[in-house]
């Protein structure tokens, strides 16, 4: 991966502040623990609707209704690395596959498999009366073998990284806090060599966002931010700037309860400009998400559910999106109705749906979706 001098530089700088944090004093505790660790597997049945044409791949196909099984292993965790009075190192990690048959188009049926992964890590330290200080480092990264040629929801493969460096004010008047964030990331997608568009992906950004936050049990969020994204293989179409650069401005407000149950609500404005035509858009998304004990069983409930409503400055007469960028403006819901079966075991039966961009902008698919999962906490106490 060819990373930005800037994101290498920037990473550079991240992740020897990070050592400088566990070299500290050592009056902390140095052995890693596991703070929870999820061994997740499962089995889905999905169906598409829409216009699921594509030109995105060597042989162009096309259905107004595709079928999808898949089955899924997963495991996740949150590791303590490092802790002291002042200063804390934590990382985690998520890991899954899943393999896919999908059927209903025209040319051939397609069994896509995905491999996925993340690993994070974050060091904070307290300044005082200045608050705290963090740094951030992430790698994400995603495979998927023979893609179908409308991607099922399926992002391309790419590998990104990401450093981030974060400032948290200490409370004020006893409840307010404020936060500063910057961060770079870079990412380089996978192209086969049928499929060379999706280079086209290619992108480095820079992104910084200032957020206030009041409250306990009753938690009230405010943010902004603006993002600068660089495509170095997308064309401008102005010969005097060649390569697309996009500027995306963002605001938004979450309001979170918490008691013997949760619930959460957001709104969030993007503003997208470029110095390419096709790609500017103003979009807003109401994010909604709860969890509650149901009277029955021991069961309990969750909800996660996005709405997202994106329209283009700029009417084209030529397809808008590069493939892989459909997920920007996805409509998703996901009610989980789970039980524990031991004290170490729980069944979740998921319902979802989804609202998604074809390859083609302005044009949509819906997916409906039932899983069955089981989710193993070998260290549950």
Same mark, same amino acid.
């Given at each position: ?7 290498? /530089? ?34 889905? =049945? ?188 997308? /064309? ?25 149950? =949760? ?20 979009? =807003? ?74 390859? =083609? ?21």
């Amino acid at each position: 991966m060819s990373a930005s001098p800037l994101l290498r /530089s920037a990473l550079v700088s991240a992740a020897g502040v990070a050592l400088a944090l566990a070299a500290g004093p050592s009056h902390g505790h140095a052995q890693v623990r596991v703070d929870d660790l999820v061994v997740t597997t499962g089995a889905s =049945i999905d169906a598409y609707e829409g216009n699921l044409a594509s030109v995105t791949t060597p042989v162009v196909d096309s259905t107004e209704s595709a079928r999808a099984r898949s089955g899924q292993l997963g495991v996740r965790g949150a590791l303590l690395l490092y802790a002291a009075t002042d200063q804390r190192i934590t990382g985690n990690f998520d890991f899954g596959l899943r393999q896919f048959a999908a059927e209903g188009f025209s040319t051939r049926d397609y069994t896509p498999r995905e491999f996925a992964g993340r690993v994070d890590l974050a060091a904070w330290q307290r300044l005082g009366p200045w608050g705290n200080v963090g740094v951030e480092l992430a790698a994400h990264g995603r495979r998927v073998d023979d893609r179908p040629p409308m991607p099922l929801f399926l992002q391309p493969g790419f590998v990104e990284v990401r450093g981030a460096l974060v400032w948290e004010s200490p409370l004020i008047d006893g409840d307010l806090r404020l936060g500063l964030r910057a961060d770079v990331d870079d990412a380089d997608y996978r192209a086969p060599e049928q499929i060379r568009a999706l280079d086209l992906l290619d992108r480095d950004s820079f992104g910084v966002e200032a957020s206030a936050e009041w409250g306990m049990t009753s938690l009230f969020r405010v943010y902004t931010g603006g993002r600068r994204t660089h495509y170095p293989r997308q /064309s401008s179409f102005d010969a005097d700037d060649p390569f697309r650069r996009d500027r995306t401005y963002t605001a938004g407000a979450r309001w979170q309860y918490r008691s013997d149950f =949760i619930v959460e609500v957001g709104v969030e404005g993007a503003i997208n400009r470029s110095n390419s035509r096709r790609p500017e858009y103003d979009a =807003i998304a109401l994010n909604v998400q709860g969890a509650t004990p149901l009277p029955w069983w021991s069961l309990s409930a969750n909800l996660l559910a996005t709405f997202t409503s994106k329209v283009y400055v700029e009417e084209t007469e030529f397809a808008r999106l590069v493939p892989g960028e459909e997920a920007d403006n996805a409509s998703v819901v996901f009610l989980d109705v789970g039980r524990p079966v031991t004290d170490d075991l729980a069944a979740t039966l998921r319902l979802g749906w989804t609202r998604a961009e074809t390859d =083609i902008g302005d044009s949509y698919y819906e997916r409906f979706g039932v899983s069955l999962l089981l989710n193993y906490r070998p260290f549950a106490r």
